[in-house]
């Protein structure tokens, strides 16, 4: 069994990424840090403060017993790229988003609540396209904030959360459909899936390919693959 040490901005991201994971033969051990995201309206915050913070977490976790490194917060797979060499493979949580949109040159629009995210997040996705794209044929990047909606999150309001944002969702995806939409953010992975439903267009999330990714990186086996999971 392949063991996953998961390093979470917030606790709701923990059920998300076990659901996710349900059918496969792994075990989940979850560092949850919402230090950077409490910080993130402070006027000393910057992409420095985080990285030090992520690359001081990522090391610790690598001592302690895992195969692999699963990073579910965009705002640390946002640095990854500029993390020490670690021991054990380290996988964000967008990184199949990424390859998805590298293989398809389409227009996407990626949705965010949470504002300290955006900048970082687009700047990675354009650095990998420039790497991994093909210089004739790129595809188009927009991003858009849904205001006012993360707090929620961050102070425990988890469900009203989720029903504010399917709704503007539902509304983003009916007003463009000339583009491919992406909840950029797992937290969003639960609203953009009912959203989906009911505006009858697919909303693409970091949970859409995430079993399969870590298939190819990491190599983890389904269950009936390699058995019951213990």
Excluded at 50 to 76: G, P, Y
Excluded at 122 to 137: K, N, Q, S, T
């Amino acid at each position: 069994m392949t063991t996953i040490a998961c390093f979470h901005a917030h606790h709701s991201n923990i059920k998300l990424i076990e659901q996710a994971l349900a059918s496969y033969s792994v075990e989940l051990v979850h560092y949850v840090d919402p230090g950077l995201d409490r910080l993130k309206h402070d006027e000393d915050f910057n992409s420095t403060l985080v990285r030090e913070k992520v690359n001081q977490t990522l090391q610790w976790m690598s001592r302690c017993h895992a195969d692999a490194i699963l990073v579910t917060c965009t705002l640390f797979a946002a640095v990854l790229e500029q993390m020490q060499p670690l021991p054990i493979p380290v996988t964000g949580i967008d990184d199949s988003l990424l390859a998805m949109i590298s293989r398809h040159p389409k227009q996407y629009l990626l949705a965010f609540t949470n504002p300290a995210t955006v900048e970082p997040t687009m700047d990675r996705y354009r650095e990998y396209l420039d790497r991994h794209g093909a210089e004739e044929d790129k595809p188009e990047l927009e991003s858009v904030l849904l205001p006012g909606l993360f707090d929620m999150v961050m102070r425990g309001d988890q469900d009203g959360y989720l029903a504010a944002l399917e709704e503007a969702l539902h509304q983003l995806a009916l007003e463009r459909k000339d583009t491919c939409l992406v909840a950029a953010q797992l937290s969003m992975a639960p609203a953009a899936e009912q959203a989906s439903l009911s505006a009858g267009v697919t909303i693409y999330t970091p949970l859409s390919a995430l079993g399969p990714t870590l298939e190819r990186e990491i190599g983890i086996k389904p269950l009936n693959f390699g058995g019951m999971k213990s």
